[in-house]
């Protein structure tokens, strides 16, 4: 079959012009791919042997089969074909290759021309510049490569890097074209220099926005469902109503971190089924959310079919410190990732292009000499030289073909010496409307739509639109792409600029007064055609507004903004577009700077505490408080001073209390006695929470709780929450505190802090452990650990693990309770006081009933040195807990003088206080050392003490305990009969502890609980000195069994 032009299934294959076409699409292929293609096409049905294919395609040089396997496959995935399964080309095992589609003869003029006639004018010209694609077929193949390794479950990323100009969106764009006819799945995004570092990971939400808008869309919403909830919170328009509610328990607490991984996930679960292709474009205009997703998604060790392909500009992110670079070196020096640096197109590639464009070999060998030699083959030169000669008319088409008529235009000194010359020219050769049309389009980014130049021009859209249609399907400066609708309902064309190039040099022809004019308009604009929908586009409107000098907007919208950051869980951008919006306060009208000035870091400090980054936090209120006081504001001084108190108590709370009473003195200056009691009352509280009991400063708290019982205002109702869980935990009144813990949580819902969250819900874990609880504590901090674990919290993980460990502790499994500490503790994690206080007050109890002394006391030691050394304050919530392991700790040594004078400071703390369990154990403790000493007078009165509280107040963890050293005591005596009594009465409260757990928690099987199935053996079985030693030697198990 000899016919130059064959045609076989989509496919058209012109032999003389070795091009191959696909519909009115050429496709790229390399020269020995191409080769192969001609050999088998040309011979269908019929076997054709490696051999004959080595022989005629690598006729001049000896290679070996790998070279033939390496050209097949780059063969099949341009033409989308399965080995296991094909359509084209069929393998012959050990032999060779047989092509087995259908092949007849074609014209490819005519089909040329049939899908021109369907085609609109504007798409039209697209599509032919799409035909005139050449070179790259050596990064074509890297390409290809990487690809094949990524369908291998290598995951692939690949930075093609260049000047501007150089053709990186043109590579993507060639090797998007064969990778989409294979089936790939592909999520392009691109990144806005308009949003520049601001808006966390808007190129890839936008991404997946328009994939789930698809043919594809329904299945890729689901996975998004399942695996990456937090991002599909991110796309409001996907989820009804009734989503709404539940997504917004789904999605609390979470983090950049969490957004992160499932974001991972999500590509791994889809690149199960089919491989992804991810495209990252102009990463140097990239917000540093999705750098990070780049870099998260290359170093997983996951296998996964996935190839990302990210383009930047060197040259830019090494001037502006943008970190692709970086994490590009990082990802490279780790073998996570390869480089493909583009050069310019060579002169052969250039006379290729010009023969596809004027379609004649003669005129481009004619043409290219001039053309190179001005351009030195940089790509968007030629291209833009080319389109600037025809539209000068020195280029020129009729009946003989395309031929050149103005010799001088064409001369060397008459062309544009470089590409910004070249530029410039075009734009000077547009017309008055034209340029001017354009210019305002470059303010609205490198997409726009005409319905926002209209607006801008005021005139009509029907009119504005037709021009950017002419001038598309001219080729001229800007494509077609696609529709735009506004909420409004207004639809217009949109368009862009064939590069950034052209819109960085008509806006910077905009004058002034003029630039920010436009911005004005085109924030106006939009925020019309937006209405009610206009947050969704806030870091636009801000922008323009910003520079249109509207600064009042600019500063609602930035603050909106930070808002859907946050929202996006992340803290750094959100914290970025207030510090813009503080940038502007000096543009504000002076009556208006101070007030503004403080809300905004009021709002940032917040914003950094949500994210769990206290020093930020504490550096803006320490600014709110010095702006405060600069500006004689004593009300909004001494509120600092309150947020300060509070805040220090997680960072260094040795100066909880100062900021407090500094907060107290200067309320005085306030006529104003409710506001002054609730400022008393946080001072009240700390004291309760950092120095103990003291009813005077229970009632001022008290009081203060009140006063804020109906505010509105969300760290007021926060703070009401704490207090009245200090007080009502301390007061023993365990219900109250639980009620306080549960409002606090949801508020703590509410503001996505996940570390408030877990806080309280430590505290009513505790509470629930006191009062009996044993399985709701066990659910419930279950639960808050798997959403810290999934939001990647780490203060709440940790925190988590300590009270799970605390209830490990409680039912004797000491093993498992020391290993949660030490897997919690770290330096981050104890850099929280609270955490440090809970974490090594468990490990000292734990390593103190396993007999590991020298551990134990190490971490009494360093407990002591961060109070007495460091002056660091422990809660009065830990406290009792540290007194009473001292104890025991003594008791274990066999220093029971020490251990006395341990319980006397342990009980005196305790008497103190309305805090009854620890009372009773303090009675308890007491009573277990005069055992020791043989002093059973000593020991029945107090025990007696403990008994009488006990009969009152109920009080099951305390009880089991004293009725057991009760046994031991009348064991002690001889009293057999009294010791059995007794520690039936522990066992039956042991059994109604176990109750409360679920019938298949595994803490049913801890030690703890076996005492239920010994009740009375060792008081009838095991002669006279077990429970005697069980006083001595309190819950000394090493086991881990749960």
């Not at 020995?32 to 006729?59: A, H, I, Y």
């Not at 389009?441 to 726009?448: H, N, P, R, T, V």
């Amino acid at each position: 079959m000899r016919t130059d032009a064959l045609a076989f299934g989509e496919f058209r294959l012109d032999r003389a012009n070795a091009l191959l076409w696909r519909g009115g699409e050429r496709i790229a292929l390399a020269p020995k791919p191409f080769e192969v293609l001609c050999c088998l096409v040309g011979r269908p049905g019929e076997l054709v042997t490696k051999e004959e294919l080595l022989d005629t395609v690598w006729s001049d040089l000896h290679v070996s089969e790998s070279s033939l396997a390496v050209a097949m496959n780059a063969l099949r995935s341009a033409l989308g074909d399965d080995r296991q399964s094909p359509n084209y080309i069929e393998t012959v095992t050990r032999r060779g290759y047989r092509f087995i589609a259908a092949v007849t003869t074609a014209e490819l003029v005519a089909l040329e021309r049939a899908v021109e006639e369907e085609a609109s004018p504007a798409e039209r010209i697209v599509d032919r510049r799409r035909q005139w694609r050449v070179g790259r077929a050596a990064a074509l193949e890297m390409l290809d490569g990487a690809l094949q390794l990524a369908r291998t479950g290598q995951r692939q990323v690949v930075f093609i890097t260049g000047e501007a100009g150089i053709g990186k969106t043109t590579l993507v764009q060639m090797a998007l074209d064969r990778i989409e006819r294979q089936g790939l799945g592909v999520l392009h995004c691109g990144c806005n220099e308009l949003f520049g570092t601001h808006e966390a990971f808007l190129p890839l939400i936008e991404a997946l926005n328009e994939r789930c808008r698809s043919k594809e869309g329904a299945s890729l919403l689901a996975s998004i469902r399942e695996h990456a909830p937090t991002w599909l919170a991110q796309m409001p328009g996907f989820l009804g109503e009734a989503d709404r509610t539940a997504f917004q328990h789904e999605v609390f607490g979470a983090t950049r971190e969490r957004m992160l991984r499932e974001f991972a996930d999500l590509m791994e679960s889809l690149a199960a089924a089919r491989p992804w292709v991810i495209v990252l474009e102009d990463m140097h205009w990239s917000d540093f959310a999705t750098v990070d997703v780049l870099s998260r998604l290359a170093r997983r060790d996951r296998k996964a079919a996935i190839l990302v392909l990210a383009t930047y500009r060197p040259m830019e992110v090494a001037v502006g410190g943008h970190p692709v670079r970086a994490v590009h070196q990082d990802l490279r020096i780790h073998g996570h990732a390869s480089e493909l640096a583009l050069d310019r197109l060579t002169g052969v590639d250039v006379e290729r292009y010009l023969a596809l464009r004027f379609s004649s070999a003669d005129f481009a060998r004619e043409l290219v000499e001039r053309i190179f030699a001005r351009t030195g083959g940089q790509p968007l030169f030629v291209t833009s030289l080319v389109d600037h000669l025809v539209a000068q008319g020195a280029l020129v088409e009729d009946d003989a073909g395309w031929r050149l008529v103005r010799e001088e235009a064409a001369s060397h000194d008459s062309m544009p010496r470089d590409l910004e010359g070249m530029i410039t020219q075009q734009i000077d050769h547009l017309s008055a409307d034209e340029r001017n049309l354009l210019e305002v389009a470059s303010a609205a980014g490198a997409e726009f739509s005409a319905l926002q130049v209209a607006g801008v021009l005021d005139r009509p859209l029907l009119e504005v639109e037709q021009m950017c249609e002419d001038l598309a399907r001219a080729g001229r400066i800007i494509v077609v792409d696609g529709l735009t609708e506004w909420p409004s309902g207004e639809v217009s064309g949109r368009y862009a600029f064939q590069h950034a190039l052209y819109q960085e040099a008509l806006y910077q022809r905009l004058a002034p007064a003029r630039r920010t004019k436009t911005h004005a308009s085109l924030g106006a604009g939009l925020e019309r055609g937006y209405g009610p929908q206009a947050p969704e586009i806030a870091a636009v409107l801000a922008r323009h507004f910003e520079l249109g000098r509207d600064f009042p907007k600019a500063m609602l919208y930035l603050g909106v903004a930070a808002e859907g950051s946050a929202r996006r869980f992340s803290t750094r951008e959100a914290a970025n577009y207030l510090s813009r919006a503080l940038e502007l306060v000096p543009h504000l009208p002076p009556e208006f700077q101070v007030a503004t000035r403080l809300k905004l870091l009021l709002q940032r400090a917040w914003a950094w505490r949500a994210g769990g980054d206290f020093l930020n936090s504490l550096q803006d209120l320490s600014a709110v408080l010095a702006h405060a006081a600069e500006n004689g504001l004593v009300r909004e001084e001494v509120n600092a001073l309150v947020d300060l108190s509070r805040f220090c108590l997680y960072v260094d709370r040795r100066q909880s209390l100062p900021f407090a009473e500094q907060a107290l003195a200067k309320s005085r200056t306030i006529d104003d006695a409710a506001f002054g009691a609730l400022v008393q009352g946080n001072v009240a509280n700390l004291k309760l929470m950092l120095r103990g009991w003291d009813r005077e400063n229970a009632e001022l708290s008290e009081q203060a709780s009140r006063l804020i019982a109906d505010s509105q205002d969300l760290s007021m109702r926060l703070r009401r929450c704490s207090m009245e869980m200090v007080l009502e935990y301390l007061r023993a009144n365990y219900p109250a505190c639980c009620a306080a813990t549960s409002r606090g949580k949801q508020l703590a819902r509410q503001v996505g802090d996940v570390y408030l969250f877990a806080l309280y819900e430590s505290v009513e874990a505790f509470a629930q452990i006191y009062s009996g609880e044993w399985g709701r504590a066990q659910s419930s901090v279950v639960a808050t650990l798997a959403i810290s674990e999934r939001n990647a919290n780490p203060q709440a993980i940790a925190l988590c693990q300590l009270t799970i460990g605390w209830l490990y502790s409680e039912v004797e499994e000491y093993g498992s309770a020391a290993r949660r500490g030490e897997e919690a503790l770290g330096p981050m994690i104890e850099a929280n006081p609270f955490t440090f206080f809970v974490g090594r007050n468990l490990l000292a109890r734990a390593y103190v009933r396993m007999r590991n002394l020298a551990l134990a006391r190490q971490h009494l030691d360093a407990l002591e040195r961060r109070m007495e050394v460091d002056r660091v304050p422990m809660e009065s919530l830990v406290v009792p807990h540290y007194r009473l392991t001292w104890c025991d700790y003594w008791i274990a040594t066999g220093d029971l003088d020490r251990a006395e004078s341990a319980a006397d400071q342990f009980h005196k703390v305790t008497s103190a206080a309305p805090d009854l369990p620890f009372l009773v154990l303090s009675y308890d403790v007491m009573a277990r050392i005069a055992l020791l000493k043989h002093d059973t007078q000593t020991a029945s009165d107090n025990l007696s003490a403990a008994i009488s509280i006990i009969r009152h107040a109920g009080l099951p963890q305390a009880a089991w305990r004293v009725y057991r050293t009760a046994a031991a005591l009348y064991e002690s005596l001889g009293h057999v009969q009294r010791a059995a009594k007794w520690q039936g009465r522990s066992g039956r409260v042991i059994a109604s502890l176990a109750q409360s757990l679920d019938p298949g928690d595994p803490l049913r099987s801890a030690s703890l609980f076996d005492a239920i199935r010994d009740v009375g053996t060792k008081a009838t079985g095991r002669g006279s000195a077990s429970l005697f030693d069980a006083v001595r030697d309190v819950g000394t198990k090493t086991t881990g069994r749960v």
